[in-house]
């Protein structure tokens, strides 16, 4: 007769002891769960965009707002800016 291992012994026992209901209810429970989680992940990861996305826009509008008001300023800012993007690049291909 052939001597079964302790490794082996260990999953035969656990086998003939496992209920098949029991696995059922548990694997029922973690799929609730993981399900309660993702919901709950995605949620927050909305939450945070939305929050995101109302910083973003009053940032936008604070900046067109300043732009209107100091619009010499700005029309001297986007000219020298342009200046120096364009000394860079045709620097660089040199």
Excluded at 52 to 60: F, L, P, Q, Y
Excluded at 75 to 82: F, T, V, Y
């Amino acid at each position: 007769m052939v001597s079964l291992t302790r490794a082996e012994s260990k999953a035969a026992r656990f086998v003939k002891n496992l209920d098949i209901d029991d696995l059922h209810d548990q694997l029922d429970t973690l799929r609730a769960y993981v399900h309660e989680l993702s919901q709950s992940a995605g949620r927050n990861a909305t939450d945070q965009f939305g929050r995101a996305r109302n910083v973003a826009v009053e940032a936008a509008h604070e900046a067109e707002e300043a732009m209107k008001d100091n619009l010499a300023a700005s029309l001297i800012l986007a000219l020298g800016l342009g200046v120096l993007v364009g000394y860079i690049i045709r620097r660089s291909t040199e």
